[in-house]
Every structure is written in C-alpha cells, then in structure tokens.
C-alpha cells in the first residue's frame, strides 16, 4: 500500500487502482464484529435480510420457518458489548404469517412504515410495520424466489417478481393488481434487480443461464442478454448468449448503477457494464451455494447526471432510446 501512495504522488498511479486496491484490503480484513451480537429469534436459517435506507437503523430478516422480525440495531446502552434486540416478529402464531420459507424480504425505500415479503407459499405480502398487519396480498401460481422494488424510482410502484415460472411478473402497489409480464427466459426466475440509475431498468437471472436487462415501459421489454464471451462466440455453441455455465443463482447492480454483479452455480462471479451488456472480463471465485449478493464497496468513480457526453458515449443504442424519453426531459 506505501508503493501506491509513493507511485499516486509522483503521479505515476492511476487514482482508481489505489481506491480499488485500497477497496478490496478492506474488504478481505472483515471479520465478525466482537462487540455486537443479534438476538436469536428465528427457529431455522436465515434466507434473507435487509436494513431500511432512511436511517440505516431497523433491519428486517425472513427465515425457513416463515417467521420475519425487525431488529433495532441502534445502540441505546452505550455499552461498548450489546445485542441488537428485536423490535417485533411476525411468528408462526401470526394469522398473517407464511406458511412456508420466507425468501425474499424489502423495506419500502421511501419510508419505514412499510414492508414487503414473499415465500415459497406462493405470495407476496405488503406490510404496514405499525400494525403488523398485511395491506396487500399478491397472490402466485408458482412458487416465489424473488422479488424487489426499485430504490430510486418516484415514478412507478412496481415490484418485479420471480418465480418457478420462466415468466417474469410486475406487481403494481398503486392497483394492487400485477400489471404485466415480461417474456424471454425458458426456466425459473431465480434473481430480480431494479437498477438504481434509472427507474424502468430491471435485470433478472434464470436458470436458463442468461441475465436479460429489460425496459419494463417497452412492449418488447428485453434490452439485452448479457454473453459471457462478447459475441465472439458462434450462436451454435451451446454457451452463446448465457452469462455462465450454470444457474444464475444472484445479481445486483453496483450503487452507482453502472455495472452489475452476477453470480452462479459455475463457482463464479462476473461484472458486467450495465450500459452495453460487456463482460468486463474480472471473473471471481464464487461459492455454488450462494444465491444473494450485496455491493459494498464502490470501485468505479459515478458518472455525474448531468455529463451527457460521457453517458451517452458509453450506452447501447437501444439504451438510448430508452433512457432519454420525454419524461425524463421535462
């Protein structure tokens, strides 16, 4: 690390190598926090978590037993060791709570007084937080993987939806109906991803091998599939047009939106340029067991909004198209 110091002052070092390089020591240092623990509420593994964006302070976890419970993960004691309790739980006595392993759980973005959760009983549940009780049920003739609600989106209240169907389903909170459905994979839809750039993009991960981007306001939807060799591959290989040799177990776009992360049953993960689909060819060793991922560091410098010229330079043209509509203008 003293060599990229001395090499970034004189100038001879590229800034985001030494960002980057300082970004994965820190990373690879993790280790379990000493000093915190999380109060044991779930009877069997936890599939799920997330903590909600407005204060970073409640998090919700989703378990095989279908239990949810929220934690507060603030330290009221002031005591340098303390166990982040739980607030409250949805448990098995709950009239409300899934029959089945909770799979996916979401704060909504925008405010903590509402939640979502889906299961492999086939639904997906809006919850008031205050009262604990549903506000909305959506109902699923598959059993549910996935599901997630854009972070930035002010224009729509959409939750993509995937399930042991090769179809992809948008549910619309405003209606409380499922609005449409996005056609293309041929197996179950194991990962949804809104991209937290622009607020029609979605990407999702079948078994089927392929990452597909879509423009969910389209009526042919699919932007690209993302291809593992750049489409230096003959379409006659069997591995042309997927994103690995396996199941697409996880994806998640990075915080700035223009890359994205997948991981797969081929014990790798792959970063991709959201923008044009390319492999940037930075391949990881993953796990086959692993099916969530969570971007943590930020390796790439943000694209401000406002350069048009460096954004438009680097998108695909149906891109374009799709990013610069009329609404966006005024």
Known sequence: MLGFLSARQTGLEDPLRLRRAESTRRVLGLELNKDRDVERIHGGGINTLDIEPVEGRYMLSGGSDGVIVLYDLENSSRQSYY????VCSIGRDHPDVHRYSVETVQWYPHDTGMFTSSSFDKTLKVW???????????????????????????????????????????????????????????????????????????????????????????ASGCLITLDQHNGKKSQAVESANTAHNGKVNGLCFTSDGLHLLTVGTDNRMRLWNSSNGENTLELYSGSRDCNILAWVPSLYEPVPDDDETTTKSQLNPAFEDAWSSSDEEG
């Open 128 to 218: 008031d937080t205050n009262t604990l009780q549903t506000a909305d049920v959506f109902n699923f003739e598959e059993t549910v993987y996935s599901h997630h609600m854009s972070p930035v989106s002010t224009k729509h209240c959409l939750v993509a939806v995937g399930t042991r169907g090769p179809k992809v389903q948008l549910c619309d909170l405003k209606s409380g109906s499922c609005s449409h459905i996005l056609q293309g994979h041929r197996q179950e839809i194991l990962a949804v991803s809104w991209s937290p750039r622009y607020d029609y993009i979605l990407a999702t991960a079948s078994a089927d091998s392929r990452v597909k981007l879509w423009d969910v306001r389209r």
């Open 83 to 86: 166990t982040c309790k739980a």
